[in-house]
């Protein structure tokens, strides 16, 4: 008996990863509907920092993210710009991640649209940028230093959804949605040193490092994961992708839950250190 | 020789090192000119040294064709997803939608790209759970602390902890499962994580005059 | 009679004037109370884009609706609203200032007006003109004369004083560590996870396998970066010695150009310059995970006989590590991204956490002026230890005893401003 249980503690990883492809894909093809509570506060600041915008305000809304972290952060993103342009905010979209752009064209053909949005009058794309640090301290000087054409090619000064915007002082904050090191470097060249406030989204596995910022206000608010994301969803009452994934995302939760316990319990059995 | 290797370079160092120091403590025009242009001179290096990478990338590739190395056949796939995206690229003049409709570039993105580096995160859900499995062993007080912490923190972070949390407990009505999460996050683990940073901050200005002046230069080879 | 009707006449329209002059503009001209001793000027320490208007606040302003009005001097354009504002909303005391570079308080108010809300094309140097207007329920009740001044730009930003001195003291101690290193030895811990260096290259050698050394995922521009290339300097150096192989693949070109200089001046200073290979460091790609699918198939296919993970990694971590650990290599990490930090723990053999990274160039290389410097670092935590300690009680003392100007200027002193 001892042996056996031994042999499951060695047991082949493979079988995990089988086991667990099998919990997740059970709750995709059949939704129980576990809806998700409302409980971090970090995602309600996020909520209530968008909800107190004005009309006409200007807002950068930060993708970096590609799709490997499309699940968890693309929901992010839909939610925030529908929650901007519900706010009539006017939105520059910008990336440094050379991933991002496909994303945010598949954001150009969905979003606007359904809140009758136009392109150069309520928003901008930016082009991609590799370097963000030179790109984030120029904006403190000069925003067209750094965009002087959208991403299409075209002139940025003259269009209207950039009218009175010059520097980070015309703008009303940062919303970073990335599961990348962008948002810190947000917080470090442009929060911290010109006071913009920093909004952001993050992946569930990035999250935790965030929790110095936010009590400190450097971050003011925080969607974390698919979770944060589903969250959201539901304060802006638009159930989305997150919503619908997080049955799959309830079920791997138990699994980690499950193992962790069934091999502890079983290493007390054999009491084996 | 000595001095194009070592004393220019570390002049350089030192000189932009502590131009660019002080320009935070100078907010004359002068000094947001000079930020701008070495930002400029920035971008401009990083556009040629990702030439150099594309060189090195495709460099290392064709030799391990040309010398039939071990595992040869994965380099040809390097260079048909090179040509599968930089020709639709080249053709659709980077652009990724055009009108609405998806150019060859787009598609490349959207149905190549895509689904791959999904895949590549996605692998980590599975590493994380062995990981997990081999790894959270209890074997002494403080990991069964650190075990108590997580099993909360993964319990209340899915509506099906929440709720049984709430069916177990919440008559007690002492707190929910979501202030004691907010109360690890806040408390203990942003405590361990200053402490942390705090190190890695020190670290990195001492790390940072060392370089500037020229103490630690083995980065530019040292003599 | 004629004289005197005369003299009436003249004395209505001396009273009636007013009246009538209001009748027939539509508006009022009547003088209001001044709003005295306004002023604007350039908004100090600033890099020229503001004006600061101040005037004395009332005890009797409850209930005031503040309007500040400007135009650029030369323009004929109407006067433009640049701020509106309730009583005592934006008094100076409220300024984001330290109490070495401001030392207006809350008698008075203070309010910045950037030059570009006046007029988009306003430089450094352009008049601008200001007027103050109070309103009480809506009605005029007060106003100032006609403010003009003009930005400029400053030389030196005096709230960041406390920073400057920061790094003064700093610099000091720096010099005068490194000074003392050549007098005396140091004592420094034991670093488990670089003294496993020596054993992962000798079994790579015995086993006749590759190591693989990862500089992270930043740039050029990184300190993180930078202290990974000179721990990969050390780590070549030996690896000469040993005469094994090292590969390097990277995610930024630049580090790579950098990186190959290091390992090829390394292969030099260890006497074997015949051994070094050119394309020891390679570029996979700057896709974050398309780095770890090439680094993680090459460790798949090779099976490694050591890894090194030096410098900044996010989500990749665990996916190299992991296949690292199932290819059975030695396997051993340092990051200051602490949220990677458990990952490594979890699927490394040795782990060096934040700081450590940095020190680990200078331990490795035992050179005693690099070694001294590490005496700062702890300096530096000793000092943060004992800012958080004393700092705390003062503060919670300060506030017991209500000595809220204390309170103030220390918690000034530790602003970032």
Same mark, same amino acid.
């Given at each position: 008996m001892k042996d056996k249980l031994r042999r499951f503690l060695r047991i082949d990883r493979r079988w995990i990863f089988l086991l667990l492809t099998a919990v997740m894909v059970w709750p995709i093809i059949h939704p129980f509907g576990l809806s998700g509570k409302t409980s971090q506060q970090s995602v309600r600041d996020f909520y209530d920092f968008v909800e107190k915008l004005k009309p006409g305000q200007a807002v950068i809304l930060g993708t *970096?993210? *590609?799709? %490997?972290?499309k699940p968890e952060l693309h929901p992010q993103a839909v939610a925030a710009l529908r929650h901007l342009f519900s706010k009539d905010v006017r939105v520059l979209i910008l990336t440094?991640? %050379?991933?991002a752009p496909g994303m945010i064209e598949e954001l150009n053909q969905t979003v606007p649209a359904e809140y009758g949005k136009e392109y150069g009058k309520d928003y901008v794309i930016m082009p991609y940028n590799p370097n963000y640090m030179a790109a984030m301290t120029q904006m403190s000087i000069d925003i067209y230093k750094a965009y002087d054409k959208d991403a299409e090619g075209n002139d940025v000064r003259g269009m209207p959804v950039m009218a009175g915007i010059k520097t980070y002082k015309d703008i009303a904050g940062v919303i970073e949605i990335t599961g990348t090191g962008m948002l810190d470097a947000w917080v470090a060249y442009a929060g911290d040193k010109y006071g913009v406030p920093i909004i952001g989204g993050t992946t569930a596995i990035s999250q935790l490092g965030f929790g110095p910022y936010l009590q400190n206000k450097q971050i003011r608010g925080l969607v974390g994961g698919m979770r944060g994301a589903s969250e959201y969803e539901t304060l802006i009452s638009k159930p989305g992708k997150a919503t619908s994934g997080i049955d799959a995302l309830n079920m791997a939760h138990l699994l980690v839950i499950l193992l962790i316990l069934s091999s502890n319990l079983i290493l007390l059995v054999i009491k084996e250190k | 020789m000595l001095i194009i290797k070592k004393y220019i370079p570390l002049a350089i160092v030192t000189i932009v090192g502590l131009l660019t120091l002080a320009t935070y403590y100078v907010p004359a025009k002068a000094s947001s000119a000079y930020l701008s242009t070495l930002n400029q001179w920035e971008v401009i290096v990083s556009g040629f040294a990702f030439l150099l990478g594309l060189i090195s990338l495709l460099m290392t590739h064709y030799k391990k064709i040309a010398k039939r190395v071990d595992g040869w056949g994965y380099s040809l796939f390097v260079f048909i997803g090179f040509f599968a995206v930089v020709i639709p690229g080249i053709i659709s003049h980077g652009a990724q939608a055009k009108d609405g409709v998806l150019t060859s570039l787009g598609w490349a993105f959207r149905y190549l790209y895509n689904p791959l580096a999904a895949t590549m995160f996605a692998v980590l859900a599975f590493y994380i759970v062995s990981t997990a499995f081999r790894s959270?062993?209890?074997? %002494?007080v403080q990991a069964f602390v650190l075990f108590i912490a997580a099993f909360i923190l993964i319990l209340g972070n899915v509506p099906a902890g929440q709720m049984l949390w709430d069916a177990m407990l919440g008559w007690t009505g002492i707190c929910g499962i979501g202030d004691i999460i907010q109360w690890i996050m806040q408390v203990p683990s942003v405590a361990a994580k200053r402490g942390i940073m705090i190190g890695i901050t020190i670290g990195a200005a001492v790390t940072s005059l060392k370089i500037i002046f020229g103490i630690e230069r083995q980065y530019m080879g040292r003599d | 009679m004629k004289k005197t009707e005369l003299l009436l006449v003249f004395f209505s329209f001396l009273f009636l004037w007013p009246g009538l002059s209001f009748a027939l503009n539509g508006k009022s001209n009547i003088a209001l109370p001044l709003i005295e001793d306004a002023i604007a000027e350039d908004m100090p320490y600033d890099s020229g884009g503001d004006i600061l208007l101040r005037w004395p606040a009332d005890e009797d302003d409850e209930g005031v609706v503040y309007e500040i009005y400007a135009k650029t001097e030369s323009s004929e354009n109407e006067w433009k609203l640049a701020d509106s504002f309730k009583a005592f909303e934006k008094t100076a005391d409220k300024m984001r200032m330290p109490f070495w570079a401001w030392s207006h308080g809350s008698d008075e108010y203070a309010v910045k007006i950037p030059i570009k809300s006046v007029d988009g094309d306003a430089d450094i140097g352009t008049v601008l003109c200001f007027k103050i207007k109070a309103f009480r329920d809506g009605k005029p009740i007060a106003e100032s004369a006609i403010l003009c001044a003009s930005s400029d730009d400053n030389w030196f930003n005096l709230p960041r004083l406390n920073g400057l001195l920061m790094v003064i003291l700093i610099t000091a101690a720096f010099f005068m560590t490194m000074s003392r290193a050549k007098k005396k030895g140091l004592f420094i811990r034991r670093i488990a996870g670089l003294d496993a260096i020596d054993e992962a290259i000798g079994r790579a050698t015995e086993m006749g396998k590759p190591i693989y050394y990862s500089t992270g995922i930043n740039g050029m521009s990184s300190v993180n970066t930078i202290a990974s290339l000179s721990i990969l300097g050390e780590v070549s150096k030996k690896v000469a010695e040993y005469d094994s192989i090292i590969k390097v693949p990277h995610y930024d070109p630049i580090v790579m150009s950098v990186a190959k200089e290091t390992v090829k001046q390394s292969y030099i200073e260890a006497g074997r310059p015949d051994s070094y290979h050119d394309d020891a460091n390679f570029f996979l790609s700057s896709d974050q995970f398309s780095y770890a699918a090439s680094l993680d198939g090459m460790i798949e296919r090779e099976k490694p006989a050591a890894c090194f993970f030096m410098g900044y990694f996010l989500a990749e971590s665990l996916l190299l590590t992991e296949v690292g650990a199932s290819a059975g290599a030695i396997q051993i990490a340092a990051t200051d991204s602490e949220s990677q930090l458990p990952f490594f723990f979890t699927s490394c053999d040795y782990t060096l956490i934040g700081e450590e990274l940095y020190a680990a160039g200078a331990y490795l290389s035992k050179e005693p002026m690099l070694l001294s410097v590490l005496k700062l670092q702890d300096f530096g935590k000793l000092f943060m230890m004992l800012s958080v300690l004393i700092g705390g009680i003062a503060i919670a003392l300060a506030a017991v005893f209500h000595c809220d100007g204390f309170v103030k200027g220390l918690l000034d002193f530790f602003t970032n401003y």
């Amino acid at each position: 008996m001892k042996d056996k249980l031994r042999r499951f503690l060695r047991i082949d990883r493979r079988w995990i990863f089988l086991l667990l492809t099998a919990v997740m894909v059970w709750p995709i093809i059949h939704p129980f509907g576990l809806s998700g509570k409302t409980s971090q506060q970090s995602v309600r600041d996020f909520y209530d920092f968008v909800e107190k915008l004005k009309p006409g305000q200007a807002v950068i809304l930060g993708t *970096d993210y *590609d799709p %490997s972290t499309k699940p968890e952060l693309h929901p992010q993103a839909v939610a925030a710009l529908r929650h901007l342009f519900s706010k009539d905010v006017r939105v520059l979209i910008l990336t440094f991640i %050379s991933g991002a752009p496909g994303m945010i064209e598949e954001l150009n053909q969905t979003v606007p649209a359904e809140y009758g949005k136009e392109y150069g009058k309520d928003y901008v794309i930016m082009p991609y940028n590799p370097n963000y640090m030179a790109a984030m301290t120029q904006m403190s000087i000069d925003i067209y230093k750094a965009y002087d054409k959208d991403a299409e090619g075209n002139d940025v000064r003259g269009m209207p959804v950039m009218a009175g915007i010059k520097t980070y002082k015309d703008i009303a904050g940062v919303i970073e949605i990335t599961g990348t090191g962008m948002l810190d470097a947000w917080v470090a060249y442009a929060g911290d040193k010109y006071g913009v406030p920093i909004i952001g989204g993050t992946t569930a596995i990035s999250q935790l490092g965030f929790g110095p910022y936010l009590q400190n206000k450097q971050i003011r608010g925080l969607v974390g994961g698919m979770r944060g994301a589903s969250e959201y969803e539901t304060l802006i009452s638009k159930p989305g992708k997150a919503t619908s994934g997080i049955d799959a995302l309830n079920m791997a939760h138990l699994l980690v839950i499950l193992l962790i316990l069934s091999s502890n319990l079983i290493l007390l059995v054999i009491k084996e250190k | 020789m000595l001095i194009i290797k070592k004393y220019i370079p570390l002049a350089i160092v030192t000189i932009v090192g502590l131009l660019t120091l002080a320009t935070y403590y100078v907010p004359a025009k002068a000094s947001s000119a000079y930020l701008s242009t070495l930002n400029q001179w920035e971008v401009i290096v990083s556009g040629f040294a990702f030439l150099l990478g594309l060189i090195s990338l495709l460099m290392t590739h064709y030799k391990k064709i040309a010398k039939r190395v071990d595992g040869w056949g994965y380099s040809l796939f390097v260079f048909i997803g090179f040509f599968a995206v930089v020709i639709p690229g080249i053709i659709s003049h980077g652009a990724q939608a055009k009108d609405g409709v998806l150019t060859s570039l787009g598609w490349a993105f959207r149905y190549l790209y895509n689904p791959l580096a999904a895949t590549m995160f996605a692998v980590l859900a599975f590493y994380i759970v062995s990981t997990a499995f081999r790894s959270f062993r209890i074997k %002494s007080v403080q990991a069964f602390v650190l075990f108590i912490a997580a099993f909360i923190l993964i319990l209340g972070n899915v509506p099906a902890g929440q709720m049984l949390w709430d069916a177990m407990l919440g008559w007690t009505g002492i707190c929910g499962i979501g202030d004691i999460i907010q109360w690890i996050m806040q408390v203990p683990s942003v405590a361990a994580k200053r402490g942390i940073m705090i190190g890695i901050t020190i670290g990195a200005a001492v790390t940072s005059l060392k370089i500037i002046f020229g103490i630690e230069r083995q980065y530019m080879g040292r003599d | 009679m004629k004289k005197t009707e005369l003299l009436l006449v003249f004395f209505s329209f001396l009273f009636l004037w007013p009246g009538l002059s209001f009748a027939l503009n539509g508006k009022s001209n009547i003088a209001l109370p001044l709003i005295e001793d306004a002023i604007a000027e350039d908004m100090p320490y600033d890099s020229g884009g503001d004006i600061l208007l101040r005037w004395p606040a009332d005890e009797d302003d409850e209930g005031v609706v503040y309007e500040i009005y400007a135009k650029t001097e030369s323009s004929e354009n109407e006067w433009k609203l640049a701020d509106s504002f309730k009583a005592f909303e934006k008094t100076a005391d409220k300024m984001r200032m330290p109490f070495w570079a401001w030392s207006h308080g809350s008698d008075e108010y203070a309010v910045k007006i950037p030059i570009k809300s006046v007029d988009g094309d306003a430089d450094i140097g352009t008049v601008l003109c200001f007027k103050i207007k109070a309103f009480r329920d809506g009605k005029p009740i007060a106003e100032s004369a006609i403010l003009c001044a003009s930005s400029d730009d400053n030389w030196f930003n005096l709230p960041r004083l406390n920073g400057l001195l920061m790094v003064i003291l700093i610099t000091a101690a720096f010099f005068m560590t490194m000074s003392r290193a050549k007098k005396k030895g140091l004592f420094i811990r034991r670093i488990a996870g670089l003294d496993a260096i020596d054993e992962a290259i000798g079994r790579a050698t015995e086993m006749g396998k590759p190591i693989y050394y990862s500089t992270g995922i930043n740039g050029m521009s990184s300190v993180n970066t930078i202290a990974s290339l000179s721990i990969l300097g050390e780590v070549s150096k030996k690896v000469a010695e040993y005469d094994s192989i090292i590969k390097v693949p990277h995610y930024d070109p630049i580090v790579m150009s950098v990186a190959k200089e290091t390992v090829k001046q390394s292969y030099i200073e260890a006497g074997r310059p015949d051994s070094y290979h050119d394309d020891a460091n390679f570029f996979l790609s700057s896709d974050q995970f398309s780095y770890a699918a090439s680094l993680d198939g090459m460790i798949e296919r090779e099976k490694p006989a050591a890894c090194f993970f030096m410098g900044y990694f996010l989500a990749e971590s665990l996916l190299l590590t992991e296949v690292g650990a199932s290819a059975g290599a030695i396997q051993i990490a340092a990051t200051d991204s602490e949220s990677q930090l458990p990952f490594f723990f979890t699927s490394c053999d040795y782990t060096l956490i934040g700081e450590e990274l940095y020190a680990a160039g200078a331990y490795l290389s035992k050179e005693p002026m690099l070694l001294s410097v590490l005496k700062l670092q702890d300096f530096g935590k000793l000092f943060m230890m004992l800012s958080v300690l004393i700092g705390g009680i003062a503060i919670a003392l300060a506030a017991v005893f209500h000595c809220d100007g204390f309170v103030k200027g220390l918690l000034d002193f530790f602003t970032n401003y």
